[in-house]
């Protein structure tokens, strides 16, 4: 069954620190892998995409890894702002099907 | 440029009762979809378009119906609306296929008693 799971579900942190969320996906055949950012109350706007063959990929404070061979994704921010409390939603691509996360919810704290 | 706008940003129904969420893009983008967002629950696309006159289903169509007359437009209709239709609805669009960026909606809000 094609599945994305993310963990944590929550988190908080600190502004300032760092952190990291996980996505794990047993989709096939494989196509590509989103990470998203939604505020409350908004639709997602687009971090990165990657294909199959990227294990790295940035966007500012926003680095994504990909492990195609362990169906791994990790979303690591660095020095974290308040800006950056929001939802955190992984999708992988099958063809023209899309398996979307439930999302990792991250709070910042002054 | 506004990007992708979706029209109502709220509404209220009552079961048995039809409405239609409209969705402009003015990105001339190719592909169009609507997606729901149910608590606990990833979005779930619901119908998407790859152009003009074209529509197909995703993963949760039944009681939805859509079409795309016009390459900026895609409306999504509920016949005869369930309290399980309750839900936040979003549109997106993207340049060409499935491999590109989506672009998202602000979404709707709709409950139904």
């Known amino acids: 069954k094609n599945q994305v799971e993310q963990s944590p579900q929550s988190l908080i942190i600190l502004e300032g620190k760092n952190c990291t969320l996980q996505?794990?996906?047993?989709?096939?055949?494989?196509?590509?892998l989103r990470w998203y950012k939604q505020d409350t109350g908004r639709g997602p706007v687009s971090l990165t995409i990657?294909?199959?063959?990227?294990n790295t990929k940035s966007n500012g404070r926003y680095t994504a890894t990909l492990d195609a061979d362990t169906k791994q994704s990790s979303l690591h921010i660095t020095a974290s702002q308040l800006s950056d409390s929001a939802s955190y939603i992984c999708v992988v691509s099958a063809g023209n099907q899309f398996y979307f996360g439930t999302g990792t919810s991250l709070t910042v704290i002054p | 440029n506004a990007g992708v706008t979706q029209t109502p940003k709220f509404r209220v129904l009552k079961t048995g009762q039809s409405m239609t969420l409209l969705c402009a893009q003015d990105m001339n983008h190719e592909y169009m979809y609507w997606y729901r967002q149910d608590p606990g629950m990833g979005l779930r696309l619901i119908h998407y378009?790859?152009?003009?006159?074209?529509?197909a289903k995703g993963e949760v169509p039944d009681g939805y119906n859509v079409s795309r007359l016009k390459k900026q437009n895609f409306l999504l209709g509920l016949e005869s609306a369930a309290p399980s239709q309750t839900s936040v609805y979003f549109c997106?669009?993207?340049?060409?296929?499935?491999?590109?960026?989506?672009?998202f909606g602000p979404g709707t809000r709709l409950t139904v008693t």
């Open positions: 996505c794990n996906y047993t989709v096939s055949p494989f196509s590509n």
């Open positions: 378009s790859v152009g003009e006159g074209t529509t």
């Open positions: 997106a669009s993207s340049y060409s296929g499935h491999s590109y960026e989506q672009y």
């Open positions: 990657m294909t199959f063959s990227e």
